[in-house]
Nanobody, 125 residues
């Protein structure tokens, strides 16, 4: 059974940094894309970043230049390094992975089958 566990969230001042981790188990991780989404209070869950099985990364415009996604297949873990954090980055952050191997990472929640429980990121002004 596929499981995703996020960690690394917390409270940080604006301009600070956090690194989120998503540890995967239950499959050969290296063949699958991973995505990060976030959901702010009272808002819909939205795409943040994703990385292909081959390592190519994608970002929503609002985090480009501030966030970096990476993966360590040996550790079955994907990371989201978040720098220059802003109050509007406050949200619960979720990682997700598709059902099938080799799928290109997308921005659509519908393309992701398995989800973690989320980790809270709070950025104070």
């Amino acid at each position: 059974q596929v499981q995703l566990v996020e960690s690394g969230g917390g409270l940080v001042q604006a301009g600070g940094s956090l690194r989120l981790s998503c540890a995967a188990s239950g499959r050969t991780f290296s063949s699958y894309a991973l995505g990060w989404f976030r959901q702010a209070p009272g808002k819909e869950r939205r795409f943040v970043s994703a990385i292909n099985w081959s390592g190519g990364g994608y970002y929503v415009d609002s985090v480009k230049g501030r966030f970096t996604i990476s993966r360590d297949n040996a550790k079955n873990t994907v990371y989201l390094q978040m720098n220059s954090l802003k109050p509007e980055d406050t949200a619960v952050y979720y990682c997700a992975t598709p059902k099938y191997p080799g799928m290109v990472a997308t921005m659509s929640m519908n393309d992701y089958e398995y989800w973690g429980q989320g980790t809270q990121v709070t950025v104070s002004s």
